[in-house]
């Protein structure tokens, strides 16, 4: 019984060390997925003002839960309280990233981590998490008409994108090479942005959703030259699109770029303006919502020269493999509209995990050592102290499955010259009327999950 209570305070010790983080029974015996399990569904059927208030108060800390919170309140379109949880989330990646060096505090959180799991260390949010992070700031603005705030928050996102492009250009110059070795034609956007030809390589780092709604905006604001920046760089991300094409051309021609307006209408035929007596109506189109992990367990024997042993548990985050929901095509005015993608956000959750997959396989190794040393230490050949111990492993031994679940799984976007006036839009059996005037654009934003869509539209102005 002494070795028992030897074993009991020694693992009592380690959660002591994590008590100031993501210390809870939740993150203890289950993983993040699991416990968000009911929000995640209600998304996905597009029950919104169910999912917030199915929302737990605290599960993975400041940044993920006030991204969750963030998200799901934009769906419910309850903007105010979006907009506050999103400036939490923030607040909190500002202070982390603030950290000139590693506290004592989070020094003991990963030390206890190492002995129990690894969602007691603070939580690090993926680049593209950051970047979506800005973007739903800005369309926040966007939707209260503070366009200038928009930009400051498209200005953030561009310093993030770059960033991630940056930490992995020798990943997508290989990818690049691979390319020409296969003698695939150049990318005309990549060349145009410097950026690597590198395929779906370059989608996996670069959202082409957050580059081409920050260049419709700068345009909208009369900001030529940023607008160009960013449309070159959303079409080096996703070369085919034509709202991306379309939109690079305009604001080539209105830049009086004549080299490059002359290459890319050699490569996608010849610029055409924005009829007499028309309007335009660009629609940004978010689908479905991105694959959450799930957790993958195996438990396995561990012998010393003596014959001594335990059982240990590995617990690894994966992403499963499922179909993608098909939506029905949005109708404008009666008339289908051609949808092309411009993210894949599952693209980007799954090139994340891979990056992180080697040091989560390395922190799994040093805890199973970590582990069978407390084991030895407390139990020291009892045969109840051994056991209580394989229970306690085995109980606390939990995936990391954090992420920002609730984003969207795909984005894709239209461009359609209609006669001025009354529009309607049709997603599903959900009907949207707007109005546009002649030689003005608008741009229509909407999420669809399930049955349900949330709908808004805004005027740019002639672009």
């Given amino acids: 019984m002494n070795n028992t209570l030897r074993l009991i305070l020694a693992s009592l010790s380690t959660l002591t060390l994590a008590a100031c ?60 309280q979006s907009q506050a949880a999103l400036e939490l989330s923030d607040r909190a990646v500002r202070q982390q990233q603030d950290q000139a060096t590693i506290s004592i505090s989070e020094t003991a959180v990963n030390v206890g981590s190492i002995a129990v799991n690894d969602n007691l260390n603070f939580y690090q949010p993926a680049d593209y998490e950051l970047g979506f992070l800005h973007l739903y700031l800005g369309l926040n603005y966007v939707k209260a008409n503070k366009l200038d705030d928009a930009l400051v928050e498209m200005r953030r996102a561009n310093q993030v994108q770059e960033r991630a492009r940056k930490d992995r250009e020798r ?90 307006l002359a290459k890319l209408e050699k490569r996608y035929g010849t610029y055409q303006p924005l009829a007499k007596g028309k309007a335009r109506v660009i629609v940004l189109q978010e689908q479905d919502i991105v694959e959450a992990l799930q957790g993958w367990k195996l438990s396995l024997p561990l012998y010393d020269s003596r014959g001594n042993g335990a059982l240990y548990s590995l617990a690894l985050p994966y992403y499963p493999t499922s179909a993608s929901i098909r939506y029905t095509p949005l109708a404008l005015n009666q ?32 805890r199973v050592v970590a582990k069978d040393r407390l084991r030895k230490e407390a139990a020291q050949g009892d045969d109840v102290g051994n056991l209580l111990f394989n229970v306690w492993n085995t109980l606390t031994e939990q995936p990391d499955t954090r992420s920002w679940q609730t984003l ?20 599903g059996s959900q009907a949207y009327s707007f109005n546009a005037q002649e030689g003005q654009t608008v741009l229509v934003w909407l999420s669809r999950q399930g049955n349900s869509a949330t709908i808004w539209h805004k005027q740019l102005g002639k672009l």
């Fill in 21 to 80: 983080a993501n210390l809870s029974a939740g993150n203890l015996f289950s993983h993040y997925s699991a416990q968000t399990q009911q929000v995640y569904q209600s998304v996905k059927v597009g029950q919104y003002q169910l999912a917030e208030q199915q929302l737990p108060d605290e599960v993975a800390g400041d940044i993920l839960d006030n991204f969750e919170k963030g998200r799901v309140a934009l769906l419910n379109q309850d903007y105010p």
């Fill in 171 to 260: 990943d997508l110059q290989d990818a690049e090479q691979q390319m020409k070795q296969q003698g695939l034609t150049p990318n005309l956007g990549s060349v145009l942005a410097k950026y690597p030809d590198a395929g779906k390589s370059l989608q996996a780092v670069q959202n082409g959703y957050l580059l081409y709604l920050s260049a419709l905006l700068f345009e909208a604001d009369n900001d030529l030259n940023s607008a160009y920046v960013d449309y070159r760089r959303a079409l080096a991300v996703m070369p085919d699109n034509r709202s991306v094409i379309d939109s690079t051309m305009r604001v080539a021609k209105r830049l009086g770029m004549r080299e490059d």
């Fill in 335 to 366: 008339r289908s509209v051609n949808q092309e993608l411009l993210a894949d956000v599952n693209l980007m959750a799954q090139k994340n995990l891979s990056e992180k997959m080697p040091s989560i396989v390395i922190r799994q190794a040093l």
């Fill in 408 to 427: 969207p799984a795909s984005v894709y976007s239209s461009t359609s010259v209609v006669a001025p006036g009354e529009q309607q839009l049709l997603a």
